[in-house]
């Protein structure tokens, strides 16, 4: 089992700078893919930006390329997500997420944390 707790949202205006850290604890040892969803109300969960568990692979959605940076501290069992630029639409609860599959796709992520919320002011 692996356990992720969030940190890092709150409240921003548009073109303002956010980051997220996720700490895992648990069977770390075990080598884990990590990534970042994020899901806002009536619409399904998306994903934000994934990595490797060495962090050699970095993947992000399209539309968020340039803006968004994730980062892992294996050291420190942490993970992060730097958005820059922020915009409203950025605005959801983000998760934390990890695999133990090297395969970055969202049905491979089982564990979960329990979210933080980000919202972006115009």
């Known amino acids: 089992q692996v356990q992720l707790v969030e940190s890092g949202g709150g409240l921003v205006q548009a073109g303002g700078s956010l980051r997220l850290s996720c700490a895992a604890s648990?069977?770390?040892?075990?080598?884990?893919?990590m990534g970042w969803f994020r899901q806002t109300p009536g619409k399904e969960r998306e994903f934000v930006a994934g990595?490797?568990?060495?962090?050699?692979?970095?993947y992000y959605a399209d539309s968020l390329k340039g803006r968004f940076t994730i980062s892992r501290v294996n050291a420190q069992n942490t993970m992060y997500l730097q958005m820059n630029s922020l915009k409203p639409e950025d605005t959801a609860v983000y998760y934390c997420?990890?695999?133990?599959?090297?395969?970055?796709?969202?049905?491979?992520?089982?564990?979960w944390g329990q979210g933080t919320q980000v919202t972006v002011s115009s």
């Open positions: 997420a990890a695999s133990t599959s090297a395969i970055v796709m969202a049905e491979y992520f089982v564990y």
């Open positions: 648990g069977r770390t040892s075990m080598r884990i893919t």
């Open positions: 990595i490797s568990w060495s962090g050699g692979s970095t």
